[in-house]
């Protein structure tokens, strides 16, 4: 089988969306099925040592945000187009924006199924997006353009349980299977914490509270800031460490200033994924998080994976992985109440190191190689309900498999 992703962002971008579909194509490819990733470039080349079967599409700037970049879309449907010439079962789209009516199109064009996954809390994304928009217009437009582009497809992945009961709230109709990406192997291999604690000038018995993920105003990381401030009022010792970037990045930094907690909150911008983040979780003591729009939370369960204590809100995604159990401290939205349940796991360390063993075997159960199977049989299954109607039939021939060259617009 073979199959075309598309999507508006991938790496060297980081966040959730380009870490699940390096993921799901990692371990498709082990359960047989094979990839192509349509996705932006970031550089007037592809980057040195690009990922086999990537390709590149020419992008601008997007306005108000110096990491993502917009597609071009003459570019794109070129790149579509030389893409015609290939043979593909089916196409899967990771994307709302302009991947989405690429993808729709060229499965159109080549009657085979279109699937998506929907990783974007479009509502809330749009709130922060376009601040002046009135939010109950912006929310009636986001569930409105939920539903035309999810009308459109032959199934909607959702990534948690509750995100499929928001798009049935929303009024979309069509399949949704809840298949969350999952952890890959080597996230469960042990970061080396003193290590990380020696490189960044980190006391070995200082207590350290991570939060990993973007910098942006949707992740409510004010909030926990705020919490912080309330920890500090009994653990002075404590600092926080924000691991990410993103355009909230510099307001952030001066309400720390503001709140007098700056020299104890480090801004410590990306880390390598192969073992810098490892080591990073491995680092510290609780991992924190408040966000209010995820999908699924993969950042939860890369701290779980390493046996890390969770303190956090449970929204969305997250709540669909923090259950009884799993190693985390359900918190309330007050920073007080918030913060005095990071103090409970700092003043406790027999009580941290029960919930850290919860926390490594609970994340086992998470393996991103039983989600792809789980996703590869959806296809199967699309497959088998479209082929009486002519679509693999009357697919092209399968020609050559080489990565079409990028158009340059």
Same mark, same amino acid.
């Given at each position: ?213 973007? @910098? =942006?105003? !949707? &992740?409510?990381?004010? /909030? ?6 309330? #920890? ?5 010792? +404590? ?90 401290? @359900? =918190?309330? !939205? &007050?920073?007080?109440? /918030? ?6 796991? #700092? ?5 941290? +190191? ?56």
């Amino acid at each position: 089988m073979r199959v075309l992703f598309v999507s508006d962002v991938y790496f060297p971008r980081v966040n959730g969306v380009s870490t699940s579909i390096r993921t799901v194509r990692a371990d498709l490819a082990a359960a047989g099925v094979d990839t192509r990733l349509v996705a932006p470039s970031y550089a007037a080349a592809a980057p040195p040592g690009d990922e086999a079967g990537v390709i590149r599409v020419p992008s601008g700037r997007v306005p108000r945000d110096p990491e993502d970049r917009r597609i071009k879309f003459g570019a794109l449907r070129r790149s579509m187009a030389l893409l015609e010439q290939q043979h593909f079962d089916l196409v899967h789209v990771h994307t709302p924006f302009v991947a989405h009516y690429a993808g729709v199109r060229f499965a159109r064009r080549r009657r085979i199924p279109v699937i998506a996954t929907y990783h974007t809390f479009f509502e809330e994304y749009l709130h922060h997006s376009v601040p002046l928009l009135p939010r109950p217009m912006g929310r009636a437009l986001a569930r409105r353009f939920t539903r035309a582009q999810c009308a459109q497809l032959a199934a909607v992945v959702a990534p948690s349980e509750p995100m499929r009961a928001l798009l049935r709230e929303y009024g979309v109709a069509a399949r949704i299977e809840v298949i969350p990406t999952g952890l890959p192997a080597d996230r469960y291999l042990p970061g080396d914490g003193a290590r990380f604690r020696q490189a960044f000038g980190i006391a070995a018995d200082r207590p350290l509270l991570l939060y990993v993920g973007r @910098v =942006a105003y !949707e &992740k409510n990381i004010e /909030f926990l800031l705020q919490a912080f401030v309330a #920890l500090r009022r009994t653990r002075a010792d +404590a600092m926080l460490a924000i691991a990410g970037e993103g355009p909230a990045r510099g307001r952030l930094q001066a309400l720390a200033t503001q709140l007098g907690i700056a020299q104890d909150v480090h801004f410590i911008g990306y880390l390598d994924r192969e073992r810098g983040l490892a080591d990073c979780y491995a680092a510290a003591d609780v991992f924190v998080f408040a966000s209010r729009t995820e999908t699924q939370g993969l950042v939860l369960l890369e701290a779980l994976a390493q046996g890390r204590p969770v303190v956090s809100t449970a929204h969305l995604g997250t709540a669909s992985i923090l259950r009884a159990g799993c190693g985390a401290i @359900v =918190a309330p !939205e &007050k920073a007080d109440a /918030f913060g005095q349940a990071i103090a409970d796991i #700092l003043d406790d360390p027999a009580r941290a +190191a029960q919930l850290s063993e919860q926390a490594r075997a609970y994340a086992r159960g998470w393996a991103s190689s039983h989600m792809a199977e789980r996703l590869a049989q959806l296809y199967r299954e699309l497959l088998d309900r479209h082929a009486p109607a002519g679509s693999v039939a009357a697919a092209p021939p399968a020609q050559s498999h080489a990565v079409a060259a990028d158009p340059r617009s």
